[in-house]
């Protein structure tokens, strides 16, 4: 354990209200990033190099472990895939090791959160065409799990009537954090059980600290990086966004399903450029975006040692090394 504080696993019974959806609702779990920022924290709790979504930086579970058991909360494994890099595979494999388990895509390269998105997103379109996608980074740290599943559940349920529109989930922010997305909702478009859907006016990812002071103080909000919507416009936003990367995975999609999958995913890997999701298809103002904010969440991105500490504090608790 880091501290004594214990962020234990939900419940599945208290979700008995949201069952699975059908055979069409998917995950994505991002779990290819190196968590560079962290990685003296890590090497001090581990002795190792793992990136941060393999470590138990807040709680007792690793950060990937945390986000499975969320996930599966509402999807079940063998609709769920961790997109992770070749290099990581270890650590993976000692986080799945006797745990129902989902698909492992691990990509020979890193092209950055574009490929991470997308390339799932295709392996996804050429076995369920009219599956509901909803992406999830692993490196986030939330609290009220159940809670925020059950807001997910409401948010993927609207998919279908919003075919071509991608649904982003995003927090009330509490302080001008340069280092997030930020989000300005627009009018009202619809409603779920959980409250309204707003247009996005504008989306800007990392913005100035002056212009995240403005915003903050305009009252956007923080982009979570959880987001829903149909795979067939996930695809059509990569060909319209990113059409070289889009090429290139279209072209994988040849020999998905054959002996031949791993070569193409690794040559498609190769040639594909790196990009970033949210700069390159989010802040695509041609897109129709939709948001859903999260009240009342104990989240953080645990992107830096001082967002880790702070959660911890907020969690009131201080674990030995946090004094280191």
Same mark, same amino acid.
């Given at each position: 354990?880091?501290?004594?504080?214990?962020?234990?696993?939900?419940?599945?019974?208290?979700?008995?209200?949201?069952?699975?959806?059908?055979?069409?609702?998917?995950?994505?779990?991002?779990?290819?990033?190196?968590?560079?920022?962290?990685?003296?924290?890590?090497?001090?709790?581990?002795?190792?190099?793992?990136?941060?979504?393999?470590?138990?930086?807040?709680?007792?579970?690793?950060?990937?472990?945390?986000?499975?058991?969320?996930?599966?909360?509402?999807?079940?494994?063998?609709?769920?895939?961790?997109?992770?890099?070749?290099?990581?595979?270890?650590?993976?494999?000692?986080?799945?090791?006797?745990?129902?388990?989902?698909?492992?895509?691990?990509?020979?390269?890193?092209?950055?959160?574009?490929?991470?998105?997308?390339?799932?997103?295709?392996?996804?379109?050429?076995?369920?065409?009219?599956?509901?996608?909803?992406?999830?980074?692993?490196?986030?740290?939330?609290?009220?799990?159940?809670?925020?599943?059950?807001?997910?559940?409401?948010?993927?349920?609207?998919?279908?009537?919003?075919?071509?529109?991608?649904?982003?989930?995003?927090?009330?922010?509490?302080? !001008? $954090?340069?280092?997030?997305?930020?989000?300005?909702?627009? =009018?009202? +478009? @619809?409603? #779920?059980? %959980?409250?309204?859907?707003?247009?996005?006016?504008?989306?800007?990812?990392?913005?100035?600290?002056?212009?995240?002071?403005?915003?903050?103080?305009?009252?956007?909000?923080?982009?979570?990086?959880?987001?829903?919507?149909?795979?067939?416009?996930?695809?059509?936003?990569?060909?319209?966004?990113?059409?070289?990367?889009?090429?290139?995975?279209?072209?994988?999609?040849?020999?998905?399903?054959?002996?031949?999958?791993?070569?193409?995913?690794?040559?498609?890997?190769?040639?594909?450029?790196?990009?970033?999701?949210?700069?390159?298809?989010?802040?695509?103002?041609?897109?129709?975006?939709?948001?859903?904010?999260? !009240? $009342?969440?104990?989240?953080?991105?645990?992107?830096?040692? =001082?967002? +880790? @500490?702070? #959660?911890? %504090?907020?969690?009131?608790?201080?674990?030995?090394?946090?004094?280191?």
């Amino acid at each position: 354990m880091n501290g004594s504080v214990a962020v234990t696993a939900p419940s599945s019974r208290s979700f008995r209200a949201w069952p699975q959806e059908g055979g069409h609702l998917w995950a994505i779990v991002l779990a290819g990033g190196e968590g560079l920022r962290l990685r003296t924290l890590t090497r001090h709790l581990y002795g190792d190099e793992r990136p941060k979504q393999f470590a138990a930086v807040v709680g007792a579970r690793s950060l990937l472990r945390q986000t499975l058991d969320r996930v599966a909360l509402l999807i079940p494994p063998e609709r769920t895939i961790v997109v992770t890099l070749a290099s990581h595979g270890s650590y993976v494999e000692a986080e799945l090791r006797g745990a129902p388990r989902p698909h492992v895509l691990a990509q020979a390269y890193d092209r950055g959160t574009a490929a991470g998105v997308l390339l799932p997103a295709h392996w996804i379109s050429a076995r369920d065409p009219e599956a509901t996608v909803v992406v999830f980074p692993s490196d986030h740290f939330v609290l009220e799990e159940s809670a925020f599943m059950c807001h997910v559940a409401d948010v993927a349920r609207t998919v279908p009537r919003r075919s071509e529109s991608m649904i982003l989930l995003a927090a009330e922010a509490t302080n !001008p $954090e340069p280092e997030y997305g930020w989000i300005e909702p627009g =009018e009202t +478009v @619809a409603w #779920t059980a %959980r409250g309204p859907l707003h247009r996005v006016r504008r989306f800007l990812e990392k913005p100035s600290l002056a212009e995240a002071d403005a915003l903050f103080h305009a009252g956007c909000l923080w982009n979570m990086f959880v987001f829903a919507a149909r795979v067939s416009a996930l695809v059509d936003a990569g060909r319209s966004c990113v059409p070289l990367l889009h090429d290139r995975l279209s072209r994988m999609e040849l020999f998905l399903g054959t002996q031949h999958e791993p070569w193409a995913m690794r040559q498609a890997c190769m040639l594909a450029p790196t990009a970033n999701f949210s700069r390159a298809v989010l802040q695509d103002a041609s897109l129709s975006l939709v948001v859903s904010a999260v !009240p $009342e969440l104990t989240w953080c991105d645990l992107g830096t040692p =001082e967002r +880790v @500490a702070r #959660t911890w %504090r907020r969690l009131g608790v201080a674990p030995a090394w946090l004094a280191s």
